[in-house]
């Protein structure tokens, strides 16, 4: 089965700085890759996600990058806020199968004012 | 977006006892799942309930332990059995519907 390796497990930056979340996964045929932040107290939301077709992604301040022959997926977000403090899943599945995805580990996500 | 509740948010539990926590979605859909998230961890998938029929569970985990009711397409609920500390989690409620929806998560803490 498929099997997602996120780092690193958490994060700390200044406010206005970038972060950077970087995620590897094994199965080949895996080709949606979501991006999920979690609020303290809060279930998961999900917040940008790619797919196998597209190299790179941006919604405003984040952006996700694929490189699907290196098997490895990016999070990327500038000019970070003390709101973008959080834990960010990062997941992998096979959209013609099943919808089930296999998450990550998770980011502790440490935004310093 | 689709709105989904859970109850209760929180509870505290004796060992041995049971907790059934529920899920309320604002719409109709086909399948729920329900998910644990251990403190630091990942989300793993407990089972995933369908309406009409019994509930597929994931390696590791199972019906005895964790019933899960789907009485209809808007509603389910997950039963915590035989509780001990272990099983101390973070329980979380899903959908999909073009993207995956998540509860708030019941917390559970068992002592």
């Known amino acids: 089965g498929e099997n997602v390796e996120q780092h690193p497990s958490t994060l700390s930056v200044q406010e206005g700085d970038s972060a950077v979340i970087k995620c590897t996964y094994s199965?080949?045929?895996?080709?949606?890759f979501p991006w999920y932040k979690q609020e303290l107290g809060k279930g998961p939301q999900l917040i940008i996600d790619?797919?196998?077709?597209?190299g790179e992604k941006k919604d405003q301040r984040i952006a996700v990058t694929l490189n699907k022959t290196a098997k490895h997926f990016s999070l990327h977000i500038t000019e970070t806020q003390p709101e973008d403090s959080a834990v960010y899943f990062c997941?992998?599945?096979?959209?013609?199968?099943?919808?089930?995805?296999?998450f990550g580990r998770g980011t502790s996500l440490i935004v310093h004012p | 977006s689709a709105v989904i509740s859970q109850k209760p948010s929180r509870d505290i539990c004796q060992r041995g006892t049971s907790l059934t926590i529920q899920c309320q979605v604002d719409?109709?859909?086909?399948?729920m799942f329900w998910y644990r998230q251990q403190p630091g961890q990942s989300l793993t998938l407990i089972a995933t309930?369908?309406?009409?029929?019994?509930?597929?569970?994931e390696s590791g985990f199972v019906i005895d332990k964790f019933p899960i009711s789907r009485p209809n397409l808007t509603f389910s609920t997950l039963t915590v059995s035989n509780m001990s500390p272990e099983d101390s989690s973070i329980y979380l409620c899903?959908?999909?519907?073009?993207?995956?929806?998540f509860g708030p998560g019941t917390r559970l803490t068992v002592t």
């Open positions: 899903s959908f999909t519907q073009g993207e995956q929806y």
């Open positions: 199965d080949s045929a895996s080709n949606y």
């Open positions: 309930a369908n309406q009409g029929s019994e509930a597929t569970y």
């Open positions: 719409s109709q859909v086909t399948m």
């Open positions: 790619i797919r196998s077709n597209v």
């Open positions: 997941a992998a599945r096979f959209s013609g199968g099943s919808y089930i995805p296999t």
